[in-house]
């Protein structure tokens, strides 16, 4: 990224808070970017730590008995993790995994970079096509019977690796996933992540370390916005002014308010001006599911293959030439 795109960009805010955009963004920028060096080293340390968690001499014997969930299409995150551990398990454990395909697996692994609304994992491993039925990867083969028949009968499990985790989304996968299966299979799976990312507003303890903008003085149109969503109360759409408890994301808390609000602000008249357009699934904040009735999913997680679209509008949207976004988002359909 050049320091031309990044000027360009800036100066599409009012120059007043344009220093101080930049200035939070660095601070945001140095907890939550994911260079390709720092996933190459962070895929590594998460196979060693695992394999010390479960109990392996080496990682090289943790991922002899271990096969890997492989279902997104060709262009996205989790094909290119795979491809990066290929060489990492090679020259940094001394094992070949390029063709590997243990008979009998104890564990299996679900890599992929970031776990927002929890939907592509969902549809992974239960639905992987539209209409409800259930033909993702716990309902395909593995000796004679389905990899969820497996996991049952041989107390095998998977394990579900990223670099962010959002809880409060990470929670609701659980709860879907008993809702659609019939049976609590949490004791078959375990998650793993650098960073869990704390939008749990429900929690009164949470870091609410996301975008989640207080209702103190917004415009008219954001007040009307949160109004025509239908809800009964604010809770999910606006933080409590004294949440959280203590500010640990932000430069301050007053940093933090005026952050939020330049970027819902931002965001609504980008909103605003893609008109009938709209995905059922854009907000001001960032892409949600569509039965979310909030500003938007506020995710401030970015590295260097893609942002994803639950950031912010202002970071990746382009469309009709409207607005200059400061990433390139590559967005790449599944079959």
């Not at 805010?13 to 080293?41: C, G, V, W």
């Not at 990899?147 to 609701?172: E, P, Q, R, S």
């Not at 808390?253 to 001006?273: A, P, S, T």
Request: proline share 4%.
């Amino acid at each position: 990224m050049s320091v031309n795109h990044i000027d360009r960009w800036i100066k599409q805010f009012p120059e007043a808070d344009r220093i101080f955009i930049l200035t939070e963004l660095k601070s945001i920028l140095a907890q939550r970017y994911f260079s390709k060096p720092k996933i190459i080293q962070g895929l590594e340390i998460i196979i060693r730590k695992v394999s010390i968690i479960l109990g392996f001499a080496t990682p090289a014997d943790f991922l002899k008995v271990t096969s890997f969930i492989d279902h997104q299409p060709e262009g996205k995150s989790q094909k290119e993790f795979l491809a990066l551990l290929k060489v990492i398990s090679l020259t940094k454990f001394g094992l070949d995994i390029s063709n590997h395909n243990p008979v009998n697996p104890r564990y299996f692994i679900y890599l992929d970079d970031l776990l927002c609304t929890g939907d592509t994992l969902f549809k992974g491993l239960v639905q992987n096509t539209c209409g409800g039925k259930n033909n993702g990867w716990l309902y395909q083969g593995i000796n004679n019977q389905t990899h969820l028949d497996y996991l049952l009968a041989n107390n095998a499990k998977i394990l579900i690796l990223y670099f962010v985790i959002h809880k409060h989304n990470y929670n609701n996968f659980n709860f879907r996933l008993k809702s659609q299966l019939g049976q609590d299979i949490s004791r078959y799976y375990d998650a793993y992540a650098f960073k869990w990312i704390e939008n749990d507003f429900k929690n009164m303890d949470s870091k609410l370390d996301y975008l989640f903008p207080t209702k103190d003085n917004q415009p008219k149109n954001i007040l009307d916005y949160s109004k025509s969503l239908n809800i009964t109360n604010d809770l999910g759409v606006y933080r409590i002014s004294t949440r959280p408890t203590t500010e640990t994301f932000f430069s301050s808390i007053e940093n933090r308010v005026r952050f939020e609000n330049i970027m819902l602000q931002q965001g609504m008249k980008l909103y605003e001006q893609a008109g009938d357009s709209r995905n059922v699934r854009m907000r001001p904040l960032g892409y949600g599911l569509a039965s979310h009735k909030n500003l938007g999913f506020g995710t401030l997680c970015f590295t260097s293959r893609n942002v994803p679209f639950n950031t912010p509008l202002v970071f990746w949207y382009q469309k009709y030439h409207i607005w200059l976004p400061l990433f390139e988002r590559k967005f790449v359909p599944y079959d």
